[in-house]
């Protein structure tokens, strides 16, 4: 890969220069905020750099997230804590992968990792990780344009290290990788490349495009483990324009790959229906799972599994709602059914059922009687299941408009008492 490392005059380490930023635009994210972490990591013994994304979307005169990457080339345990310390906030630190997180106030965080190398033993596992200088650690990483280092240290603050041309690549709208084993070594970065050319709005590079296609096409994403695909795909489905995300994995048959599966027909359009009606990005993701081979290996939270399985499921359920003609039945069919999924329904289902799934929703569900467990005692049942199903009598008929007051709910609930408990 032709490099430009000679023509860029910010290229390399440099010496101790002024703090001036070349090219680089003005707003950088929170100066002061650098060069405080910068002057906390000299204080522990290190340089330190902000890395990856931020350096990235600063150049494209971006808007930066909530995430900043720092990596450091001593110490990283050290400075974290120290960091920590300087704003009363939480450090974790992963000592196996020398890397921690300091969390701030509004879910901002402040990554600070060890400069590594990673050391692949096989395909697809992950990394063995060993100390490097920053230089190394650009290296390992997927993309020129996210090969990107600024320096923060005190006294070479805003020297940018661009090893791998990443500057010009983001000046030609380009994901290159940085070596021909990229997707070898690290599968995920298929995905990884789809979503930064279409959120970014770049191409992947004609060479990388080929070198990922074959690693498509010898089934590498297919050794992932179902975790880093997922990680993967919940990424994904946080970003504004999953959709046409979704839609180059699919054409790029990478999710087929990953799962021995075929793509089915309706996945496309109920993505783009819960894409446009601004459904959030769990929503999405559960959706998405509803389609996947879902094993128990599959590591997915109770919730999110139960909800994806309703989706999933629905089929029945959805036969039986388009004959529904009362509202306490649409009520009984609905019930069982996990919140998160019928949010998901009340977007991708045709017409009529996601009107039955939002009146579900919006008025059903939050009907309540005026009956309860201790009026039907106060009318001489003794507790046990004929309970329940006094309670639900009444509430049916209250949701399909039979009773309406109070007291005619009371009527009806001596009525079926003295009917035999509600069986009558
Ligand atoms: P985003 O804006 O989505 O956060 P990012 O570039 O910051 O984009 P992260 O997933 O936060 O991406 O990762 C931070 C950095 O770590 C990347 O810029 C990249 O340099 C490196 N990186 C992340 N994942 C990989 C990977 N699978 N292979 C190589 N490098 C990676
Ligand atoms: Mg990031």
């Known amino acids: 890969m032709a490099s430009s490392r000679d023509s860029n005059p910010t290229v390399g380490r440099g010496k101790a220069r002024p703090a001036s930023l070349p090219g680089l635009p003005s707003q950088l994210p929170s100066e002061h905020l650098l060069r405080l972490l910068g002057r906390i990591a000299r204080e522990c013994g290190s340089r330190a750099f902000l890395v990856g994304g931020p350096v990235r979307d600063m150049l494209l005169g971006l808007p930066l997230g909530t995430d900043i990457d720092i990596a450091v080339e001593k110490n990283p345990g050290r400075v974290g804590?120290?960091?920590?310390?300087?704003f009363g906030a939480r450090f974790v630190f992963h000592r196996r992968f020398l890397s921690g997180t300091v969390s701030l106030i509004d879910s901002a965080r402040i990554d600070i990792n060890q400069t590594r190398t990673e050391i692949y033993s096989r395909p697809a596992v992950l990394p063995e990780v060993k100390p490097v200088p920053v230089e190394d650690d650009?290296?390992?990483?997927?993309?020129?344009?996210?090969?990107?280092?600024?320096?923060?240290?005190?006294?070479?603050?805003?020297?940018?290290?661009?090893?791998?041309?990443?500057?010009?690549?983001?000046?030609?709208?380009?994901?290159?990788?940085?070596?021909?084993?990229?997707?070898?070594?690290?599968?995920?970065?298929?995905?990884?490349a789809i979503r930064f050319a279409v959120r970014l709005g770049f191409e992947i590079e004609p060479d990388t495009l080929s070198l990922m296609r074959r690693s498509i096409r010898n089934r590498l994403p297919a050794r992932l483990s179902p975790e880093r695909i997922l990680y993967e795909l919940r990424l994904i489905c946080a970003e504004p324009l999953v959709l046409r995300m979704m839609e180059a994995v699919?054409?790029?048959?990478?999710?087929?790959?990953?799962?021995?599966?075929?793509?089915?027909?309706?996945?496309?359009?109920?993505?783009?229906?819960?894409?446009?009606?601004?459904?959030?990005?769990?929503?999405?993701?559960?959706?998405?799972?509803?389609?996947?081979?879902?094993?128990?290996?599959?590591?997915?939270?109770?919730?999110?599994?139960?909800?994806?399985?309703?989706?999933?499921?629905?089929?029945?359920?959805?036969?039986?709602?388009?004959?529904?003609?009362?509202?306490?039945?649409?009520?009984?069919?609905?019930?069982?059914?996990?919140?998160?999924?019928?949010?998901?329904?009340?977007?991708?289902?045709?017409?009529?059922?996601?009107?039955?799934?939002?009146?579900?929703?919006?008025?059903?569900?939050?009907?309540?009687?005026?009956?309860?467990?201790?009026?039907?005692?106060?009318?001489?049942?003794?507790?046990?299941?004929?309970?329940?199903?006094?309670?639900?009598?009444?509430?049916?008929?209250?949701?399909?408009?039979?009773?309406?007051?109070?007291?005619?709910?009371?009527?009806?609930?001596?009525?079926?008492?003295?009917?035999?408990?509600?069986?009558?």
């Open 81 to 86: 804590r120290a960091v920590a310390r300087h």
């Open 250 to 424: 699919l054409k790029e048959r990478l999710l087929q790959v990953c799962f021995g599966w075929q793509v089915p027909q309706t996945l496309l359009p109920g993505l783009q229906k819960l894409a446009s009606s601004s459904a959030t990005p769990d929503s999405i993701y559960v959706y998405l799972l509803s389609f996947l081979p879902m094993t128990a290996r599959f590591p997915i939270a109770k919730l999110e599994r139960a909800a994806a399985e309703a989706v999933r499921d629905f089929a029945g359920v959805r036969n039986r709602l388009a004959r529904a003609r009362r509202p306490s039945t649409v009520y009984r069919l609905l019930k069982p059914l996990p919140e998160p999924a019928l949010r998901i329904l009340s977007r991708t289902e045709s017409a009529s059922v996601a009107r039955a799934v939002r009146l579900y929703l919006e008025r059903l569900s939050r009907v309540r009687t005026s009956v309860t467990g201790s009026r039907l005692r106060g009318l001489g049942l003794r507790p046990g299941p004929a309970y329940r199903r006094v309670l639900e009598r009444v509430l049916e008929a209250k949701l399909d408009n039979r009773v309406t007051t109070a007291a005619e709910e009371m009527a009806l609930a001596r009525r079926l008492v003295k009917q035999g408990q509600g069986r009558g």
């Open 138 to 192: 650009l290296v390992r990483r997927d993309f020129t344009v996210n090969a990107l280092a600024l320096d923060i240290s005190p006294r070479t603050f805003g020297n940018l290290l661009d090893p791998h041309s990443g500057r010009l690549d983001l000046a030609r709208r380009i994901i290159r990788v940085l070596h021909p084993n990229s997707f070898t070594d690290d599968p995920t970065r298929s995905f990884r």
